[in-house]
C-alpha cells in the first residue's frame, strides 16, 4: 500500500472529547478534577485550562458512555484542507460554531479500530493564560526560601494547564504504527517489543516539530485484544498542586487507578484516577522535553520499564 504524497502536518494536541449518560456526574468529576467550566450548550459542556487554549476537554451528552476522540491543531489550513481529502470517512471542514474559539475542523476514523480523530484550525487562543507562584525549597545544603516565610497551601484540585496526551488499546499494532506515522508529523521516542515474541506492541510518539521542544510524548498506543481509548492525561503545574489534587480527589470519594509515582518513559510524576463511568484521567507534572534530534529508544514492554517509583498494590493492565 502505497503512503499519502505528503504528511499533514500537526501542531500541537488540543482537547477531547467524552460521551457521556450522566453528564451533570461527569460534570461533577470535571470540577473536582481541576477543569473550568467555559461553555454549555444544550448537550456539551466545555472546559478550560489555566492556560490559552479556549478549551481543552468537553464532555458530550449521549445515549452511551464513549470516547468522543482527541482534537490536534493543524499547521496551516491547507493542511486541514488536504486532511479532508486523504484522511478514511472525513468529513468537513466545517464550522465549529458552539466551541470556544471557533474554528474549522475535519473529522474522521482511523482505519485499525474506527476510532474518531478530530483535526482543528483557526481556533481563537485566550489572552488571559494564568500563573502559578513558582515555589522556593530548603534543601539540605542550599536554602532558597527566605527567611521568616513559610509554605501553606489550600486544600483544592489541581488546576489543569493543557491537554498532554492521550493512548489507545489497538488491535493491529502494526497497522496503526504504519496509517499514524505516515500520515502525521508523529515521530516515536520509545518503542517497546514484548518479551515473549519480540513484536513491537507499544509506541510513545511526539510531533516532529524540527528544533522545537516538544512533549515526550502527545500519543501512545499499544497492542492488545480489544480496542479501547486508555486514557487522556492533563499537565498541572507542580508536585504539590498535583499531590493537594490527588487528595481532594480522595476525600471526595473517587478512585484511584494507579499513582502518585514517576514514570522513566517521558519521566513525569503520575496520578491516574478513574471518572464515574470509569474513563481514565491522569494528572501530570516535570515530563521530558524532546527536539527532533533525539533518537528513537528500543526497550521490551514489562511492568518494570513504566515506573520508577509509586508501584500500584493491584496489578496495573493495560
Known amino acids: 500500500m502505497t503512503g499519502p504524497e505528503r504528511k499533514i502536518q500537526l501542531a500541537k494536541i488540543a482537547h477531547?472529547?467524552?460521551k457521556h449518560r450522566n453528564l451533570?456526574?461527569?460534570?461533577?468529576?470535571?470540577?473536582d478534577f481541576g477543569f473550568e467550566e467555559v461553555h454549555r450548550?444544550?448537550?456539551?459542556?466545555?472546559?478550560r485550562g489555566y492556560g490559552r487554549e479556549p478549551f481543552v476537554y468537553c464532555l458530550i451528552k449521549a445515549d452511551e458512555d464513549e470516547f468522543g476522540g482527541t482534537a490536534f491543531a493543524v499547521?496551516?489550513?491547507e493542511d486541514l484542507e488536504y486532511a479532508a481529502k486523504i484522511l478514511p470517512n472525513a468529513e468537513g471542514p466545517y464550522e465549529m460554531k458552539d466551541a470556544p474559539g471557533g474554528g474549522k475542523c475535519v473529522t474522521f476514523r482511523e482505519p485499525t479500530d474506527n476510532f474518531l480523530?478530530?483535526?482543528v484550525y483557526g481556533q481563537k487562543m485566550r489572552d488571559d493564560e494564568r500563573t502559578?507562584?513558582?515555589?522556593?525549597?530548603?534543601?539540605?545544603?542550599?536554602?532558597?526560601?527566605?527567611?521568616?516565610?513559610f509554605q501553606r497551601f489550600e486544600k483544592r484540585p489541581a488546576p489543569v494547564h493543557k491537554l498532554g496526551h492521550f493512548g489507545f488499546c489497538h488491535t493491529n499494532w502494526q497497522k496503526a504504527f504504519d496509517f499514524y506515522h505516515s500520515h502525521f508529523n508523529f515521530k516515536p521516542s520509545e518503542i517497546q517489543a514484548d518479551e515473549k515474541t519480540d513484536q513491537n506492541c507499544m509506541v510513545f510518539s511526539r510531533l516532529d516539530r524540527g528544533d522545537e521542544l516538544v512533549d515526550h510524548h502527545c500519543f501512545f498506543f499499544f497492542e492488545g485484544p480489544k480496542a479501547h481509548i486508555h486514557h487522556s492525561s492533563f499537565e498541572t503545574h507542580d508536585f504539590d498542586t498535583q499531590v493537594l489534587g490527588h487528595d481532594w480527589l480522595r476525600h471526595k470519594g473517587y478512585e484511584n487507578l494507579w499513582g502518585v509515582g514517576r514514570h522513566i518513559m517521558g519521566s513525569q510524576i503520575f496520578d491516574y484516577w478513574y471518572d464515574p463511568d470509569k474513563?481514565?484521567?491522569e494528572h501530570y507534572v516535570d515530563g521530558d522535553l524532546l527536539d527532533?534530534?533525539?533518537d528513537t529508544k528500543l526497550s521490551k514492554a514489562t511492568l518494570d520499564t513504566l515506573y520508577v517509583w509509586g508501584k500500584c498494590e493491584l496489578q496495573v493492565t493495560f
Do not use: G, M, Q
Open 16 to 18: 477531547v472529547y467524552y
Open 24 to 31: 451533570e456526574k461527569a460534570h461533577e468529576f470535571a470540577i
Open 41 to 47: 450548550t444544550d448537550d456539551k459542556i466545555y472546559y
Open 75 to 77: 499547521e496551516n489550513e
Open 117 to 119: 480523530w478530530h483535526l
Open 132 to 149: 502559578l507562584p513558582t515555589l522556593k525549597f530548603n534543601f539540605p545544603t542550599k536554602k532558597e526560601r527566605p527567611p521568616n516565610t
Open 279 to 281: 474513563f481514565v484521567l
Open 292 to 294: 527532533a534530534k533525539e
